[in-house]
């Protein structure tokens, strides 16, 4: 937004500015390599704009999951002297809007000593506990732009990946009831499985974020939240990642209610939604369960994110699926993701206590209640087959299956 650009227009007369934030789409020019002289960044999560800052040292990631993300704010562990925020206009009543982030921003800008909003014309009217009024910012900037948006799928992914993608979400249709709440992000598997959710019926959504897929499910009444047992008939979330279809979606529309990630994310929160779904994905999981989806062996790679909270949420909601889905190997193919042991260094963000169904184009793997020899057995059944064998053996020399 234009606030950063300001900022780093003005780097020889800065020093030392210590910058947080968790996501934010498209170039941040401060993290640039010459940079970290003027500004340090530290991480909540780690996006592929800030993936090479992070692992050369430039910047900084602190490993939390994102429903305490803001508790660091609301209890004043962190104190921020200045919150850059970036709002809609102001209503009649000199209420803004945070738009298409409330989850992450409501409660720093709320915390910070000072208040800096560029108010966007661009910026959709989110509803919910979602706005800040004129009076509670110290300085305003007027700049209207373009709102970042954030393609769906890489359109460079091979027609195998995209196979196995939607192997892994008709799987994961099959499991979701009618009347259940899902969480749903971005990318190819959520999108997968929303292509297998035509026929299903009064469905909800709980999720810190969604992007452009729950559209169309909504205009066509498969998601209408009539039969949520907590905030029935709204859609509840923290943000928005997507493309304008979303943004324009969102704006004024009444079935929509965002709110701080400390709520959305509260595991306790989540699990009072009876039959709740939650899809996370992951970057490998060995053979007892341990998922690993923030780093790859030392280098870190995105960060716990809400992964944990509605992992948990979901197993302890009545009729809830807590899922891990991800494609059996890399892109090509070459390298399992269910893996003997993990890479070293890597770091677990799920533990094998917290992990129940774990979903491949292979199938679906149920670990709960299970030992750890019958789970070596039923990831072992889920893996690519040329891979199966070597897995196999491991298990047998170690867990004597």
């Not at 004043?76 to 992450?104: K, M, Q, R, T, W």
């Amino acid at each position: 937004m234009e606030l950063i650009r300001a900022l780093v227009r003005k780097k020889d007369e800065l020093s030392d500015v210590l910058l947080y934030h968790i996501l934010i789409v498209g170039d941040l020019p401060y993290l640039a390599p010459g940079m970290e002289k003027h500004f340090k960044h530290k991480a909540f999560f780690i996006g592929g704009n800030a993936r090479n800052s992070v692992n050369e040292g430039r910047s900084e990631y602190i490993p939390i999951f994102l429903s305490e993300v803001t508790m660091l704010f609301k209890r004043g562990v962190i104190v921020p002297d200045i919150a850059l925020i970036n709002v809609s206009p102001p209503d009649e009543h000199g209420f803004c809007s945070y738009g298409i982030d409330v989850g992450n921003i409501k409660t720093p800008a709320e915390k910070s000593k000072v208040v800096i909003a560029q108010i966007n014309d661009q910026m959709p009217r989110g509803l919910g506990n979602s706005f800040i009024h004129l009076n509670k910012i110290d300085f305003i900037v007027e700049h209207n732009e373009n709102l970042m948006e954030l393609p769906q799928v890489d359109p460079k992914t091979s027609s195998s990946v995209l196979a196995a993608y939607d192997k892994i979400g008709q799987y994961i249709a099959e499991m979701i009831e009618d009347g259940s709440t899902l969480q749903m992000g971005i990318g190819a598997i959520p999108d997968s499985v929303m292509k297998y959710l035509n026929n299903h019926k009064d469905l909800g959504i709980h999720t810190e974020m969604f992007s452009d897929g729950i559209v169309e499910l909504v205009e066509e009444g498969i998601i209408n939240g009539e039969k949520k047992t907590l905030h029935p008939g709204k859609i509840i979330a923290g943000f928005v990642l997507g493309t304008r279809k979303s943004f324009d979606f969102i704006d004024n529309n009444p079935i929509f209610e965002f709110h701080p990630q400390e709520y959305v994310n509260n595991p306790f929160i989540i699990a009072e939604n009876n039959k709740m779904v939650a899809i996370n994905s992951a970057i490998e999981i060995d053979l007892t369960g341990q998922v690993c989806s923030d780093s790859i062996g030392t280098k870190f790679y995105s960060g716990i994110g809400g992964q944990v909270d509605f992992i948990r949420g979901a197993a302890h909601s009545e009729g809830g699926k807590p899922i891990i889905a991800l494609p059996s190997t890399t892109k090509d193919e070459k390298i399992s993701r269910i893996v003997p042991t993990l890479k070293t260094g890597a770091g677990v963000v799920t533990s094998r206590g917290d992990v129940h169904y774990v979903v491949t184009e292979y199938g679906v793997a149920n670990l709960f209640g299970k030992s750890i020899q019958e789970r070596a057995k039923l990831l072992i059944k889920i893996a690519h087959p040329k891979f199966r064998d070597e897995l196999t053996k491991f298990a047998k020399e170690s867990y004597n299956i």
